[in-house]
């Protein structure tokens, strides 16, 4: 789930997303732990201009690996 604004008229080849808890350090950032998009639904009412109905999901390509961040 994230706001429309960030991903709109973006291509889903083009978007990941990194799955953290609340951890999120730039040092440690690695392609590895990304999970890239399959597909975006943005709200069928959204307006770039207004930023009404700023919500949209994006439906993983694959499933998110648990760990101790994530569960």
């Known amino acids: ?3 429309a604004h960030c991903i709109f008229g973006w291509s ?3 978007v990941g ?3 953290r808890l ?3 350090n ?3 950032w690695s392609p590895s732990i990304a ?3 399959e597909r975006i639904y943005v709200h ?3 307006d770039d201009i207004t930023l009404n109905d700023d919500i949209a999901v994006i439906r993983l390509g694959t499933a ?3 760990d101790d961040q994530v569960n």
Do not use: D, N
């Open 1 to 3: 789930l994230t706001a």
């Open 12 to 14: 889903p080849r083009y």
């Open 17 to 19: 997303v990194i799955p």
């Open 22 to 24: 609340h951890v999120f």
């Open 26 to 28: 730039v040092s440690s």
């Open 35 to 37: 999970v890239m998009a």
């Open 44 to 46: 069928e009412s959204y």
């Open 64 to 66: 998110v690996p648990l």
